[in-house]
Every structure is written in structure tokens, then in C-alpha cells.
């Protein structure tokens, strides 16, 4: 018998090609789009780390793709959920850290407030990771500017509306966006 | 002057932004991806692409993923090995 050592095991992302849960190109969809997740995490948890965790969720049944739900917009879902459990996770820890302090506290209504106040780390990693994605766009300022609406909540037509973009020029742009973020999710450098 | 993304608090708008980025690489075609994989000189239907660094090959190898583990170990035992050692710097 071979020695349990020796047996090389099936990481998540093989087993789910080996399954045919996923294709090998939406394997590389599901690495650009955990690459995009995991902008602004700790170090300690890669993009590899997001996307073996939710193919594990999936292969082990704690999560079920329902009926009509295509596989990647499921398992990208999955990840999108780890990524917000990791920033509830981190503000719980804070929380818990400010209150074991040794200052007496007055549980008044205002400071309950204050609880639910953005994390000032959380802010900063974010506002961080806004500038990186902005140099990422930074040759293309139609794109910075579709980036900047998103980020105010705008719908395609709103967007459309506000930058004063025809449908070409919009979907046009699309297609530059999407083309920079598949080219840098595919490759494996550092966030 | 580029526009300033942030006007909500900043990790509402990268909230935002991920997620509509997300949508982009959903709705991205085979031909997106093969055409983004190109333009890195990686060529994702060969066998042992690069594209699939990190999926189906670790990112990081080891030693053991190229050389017998029983090999190594001789090797490494071998009392000659001291001959492969770099010479220790003289003091001037």
C-alpha cells in the first residue's frame, strides 16, 4: 500500500475540473474574478485561498448551486460572501479589542451610533485599493470615469446619461475594462 | 484633471465596483479571455499554461516537485557535498 504521503491529493480547483463543475475556461474566469475579490484582503488570505474555499463549499454540499444559477456567477457569489464574512469578522475583532480596553464605558445611545460608524482601517484599505484599481485605468480616463459611476451606484443608462456616452462608445469601453482586468487576473503577481 | 471615485465612504464605492466588475469578468466571452491570455504570451489551451498557475499547478514548488525525495537525501547526506559549499570570505 502506498504510504498516505506519497498520494498526491486533488486540490479543489483540479477536483472541480475533474468533476466538470467547471471548465478550464471558466477556471480562469473564476481566477480573474477571485483576484478581483481578494483586492484589499490581508496577504495571509490570496486569491487562490477565496477560490479553493468556495470550490470547497460547493464540492462538499454546504453550498448548492441552485437550478438555473450558471456555476461561475454561483461560485463568484461564494467568494463576493467570504470576502464580506472576512471585513465582518475584522470589525468584530476591533470592537472587541476597543472594548476590553481598561476606560470605563457608558453605553449611551450615540455611542451604540458610533459602533455601526465605518472602520477607519477598513476605509484606509479600501481607499487604497480605489487608487490602485484608478492607476490601473489611468491611460484610459473613459474607463476611470465609467469606474468613478460605479462607484456611485450608477446603472449602464445612468452612466450613459451622466458621461455623456453613446452606446458604442460605452460598450466600447466595457470591453476595455474587462480586457485590462482579464489581463491582470490571469497573470500571478502580487495584488 | 481624472474624476475622484470617492464621494460615498470608500469601501462602499469599492464594494460597488468590485461588484460590477465581477459582472464583467462573468460576462466575459472565451474569446476575452483567450485574446487577454495572448497579450500575455500565455497560451491557456497548451498543456501546463501559465494561465492556470495557481488552479492546477501550486504557485510555489518545492524542491520535492523535482527531485526524488530518496535522491535528495543522498545528496544532501553525500560527506563530498562539502566540495559544492562557497568558499567563506576572507578577512582583509
Not at chain 1, 481598561?102 to 477598513?122: F, N, Q
Not at chain 1, 456611485?152 to 446619461?161: K, S, Y
Amino acid at each position: 500500500m502506498r504510504p498516505l504521503a506519497d498520494t498526491p491529493a486533488l486540490r479543489p480547483t483540479e477536483t472541480a475540473l475533474a468533476l466538470k463543475l467547471v471548465s478550464e475556461m471558466n477556471l480562469l474566469r473564476l481566477k480573474t474574478i477571485a483576484r478581483l475579490h481578494a483586492r484589499g484582503l490581508p496577504p495571509d488570505i490570496g486569491w487562490d485561498d477565496l477560490l479553493q474555499e468556495a470550490l470547497t463549499r460547493v464540492l462538499t454540499g454546504a453550498r448548492r448551486i441552485p437550478g438555473g444559477i450558471a456555476p461561475v456567477a454561483f461560485i463568484a457569489g461564494i467568494m463576493r460572501s467570504l470576502r464580506s464574512e472576512h471585513w465582518k469578522r475584522f470589525g468584530a475583532a476591533r470592537r472587541r479589542r476597543v472594548s476590553s480596553g481598561s476606560h470605563r464605558r457608558y453605553p449611551t445611545p450615540e455611542l451604540e451610533g458610533r459602533e455601526a460608524a465605518p472602520d477607519p482601517e477598513h476605509s484606509l484599505i479600501a481607499a487604497e485599493e480605489l487608487q490602485a484599481i484608478e492607476r490601473l485605468f489611468a491611460d484610459d480616463p473613459v474607463a476611470l470615469r465609467i469606474i468613478d459611476a460605479l462607484g456611485e451606484g450608477l446603472a449602464a443608462e445612468q452612466i450613459r446619461a451622466t458621461l455623456s456616452l453613446t452606446k458604442t462608445e460605452y460598450d466600447s469601453a466595457r470591453k476595455r475594462i474587462r480586457r485590462c482586468l482579464l489581463r491582470e487576473g490571469l497573470t500571478c503577481r502580487p495584488k | 484633471m481624472p474624476p475622484k471615485v470617492i464621494q460615498v465612504f470608500p469601501e462602499t464605492a469599492l464594494e460597488r465596483i468590485l461588484e460590477a466588475l465581477e459582472r464583467e469578468l462573468i460576462e466575459a466571452s472565451d474569446a476575452d479571455i483567450l485574446e487577454a491570455a495572448h497579450d500575455l504570451g500565455m497560451k491557456p489551451e497548451m498543456k501546463g499554461s501559465a494561465a492556470f498557475l495557481g488552479l492546477r499547478y501550486p504557485d510555489m514548488r518545492r524542491p520535492e516537485d523535482y527531485f526524488d525525495r530518496q535522491w535528495m537525501l543522498r545528496v544532501l547526506s553525500d560527506p563530498r557535498r562539502i566540495w559544492l559549499a562557497p568558499k567563506e570570505p576572507t578577512e582583509s
